[in-house]
């Protein structure tokens, strides 16, 4: 028989085995790992400066353009847009940024900005109501404008667009000295106003615009109201020369506004990095393209979009600094 003490003893044995297997596996194994650790932190780390050192080379980069964009604006845009009247249109949430540099680029090539437009987030608003609500005022104004009424929409934006149809019809047209009197255009615009469906920042009347600019709203892709801004630049093309819709870099990405814009059946013209001298420099060419009765094109610094592949260059280059030869980016 074997004594309890010969089991209590093995007992001991085995834990005590145990104890001192995990005592010198445990150190040699984290003698190991921490070997292992430290590379990989050193690595981690030398790679960490090599990503600074080549972000802070793109930044000076990106500096060093924007500069080079500002110093050579006038020449690239000055009086491109010579007397041409051009509105701008804002939608809810954009960068203040986009919008002052788009309107100072707009002037320095010698356009008249005529106003702004500032649509409000309940112009935004798909519910049932507001879409009934929209397309009811856009009746009215157009009755009181003598205006046809706008066409009947299945679309889940209708609202949107009725109103769109007697609001472009209130700021621009295809030529000048056409289009709807100071009288009407003042009704429209008093109208969505009063709704609390926009604002205006100047008095009305506003003089008719030929051309427009839309600012698409701030901050990262997804965007919301893509279809709802969709619907306001194809009413602002119909209705004038030309219209850009113009956004931050920011936004640039699937699921942003311009991103979908770019994609539509009959897209506008975009501009994604509005706000840098670049952008600004391309929103002011991409109106003059249009005018030159070029398609509607896609600009700035998504992938796909121009000036990838480069532009060409003026055959006959111009030393003039104003005209429009040669200015083309």
Known sequence: ???F?????SIIAVFLALAVGLVVGSTALSGKAEEALKVAQHNALANNKTLEKERSALNNQVSADQAFAHAASQRLIG????????????????DSAVTSGVVTALKQAGATVTGQVQLQQSFM??????E??????GNNLATQAGLAPPAQSQSTVAGQQSAAHVLAASLLATAPGTGLSPKASTAILTGLSQTGFLSVNVNAPLPTATLAVLVTPGGSAPQD??????AVAAELSAAGSGTVMAGGTASVGAGSVISKENSAAKPVSTVDNADTETGQI??????????????PAAYGI????????????????STAPSGTAGRHL
Not at 5 to 9: F, I, N, P, Q
Not at 132 to 137: E, N, R
Not at 225 to 230: A, R, T
């Open 225 to 230: 109201g893509s279809e709802v801004l969709g």
């Open 79 to 94: 009086g491109l847009l010579a007397q041409q009247k051009v509105v701008v249109v804002i939608a809810p949430g954009a």
């Open 125 to 130: 608003t798909t519910s049932a109501a507001n």
């Open 302 to 317: 998504a992938s796909g979009v121009a000036p990838s592949p480069a532009p060409t260059p003026s055959v006959t280059p």
């Open 282 to 295: 391309m929103v002011v060419q991409a109106l003059a393209y249009l005018l030159a009765g070029k398609a």
């Open 132 to 137: 009934a609500s929209l397309t009811q005022l």
């Open 1 to 3: 028989m074997i004594d």
């Open 5 to 9: 003490r010969y089991h209590l003893v």
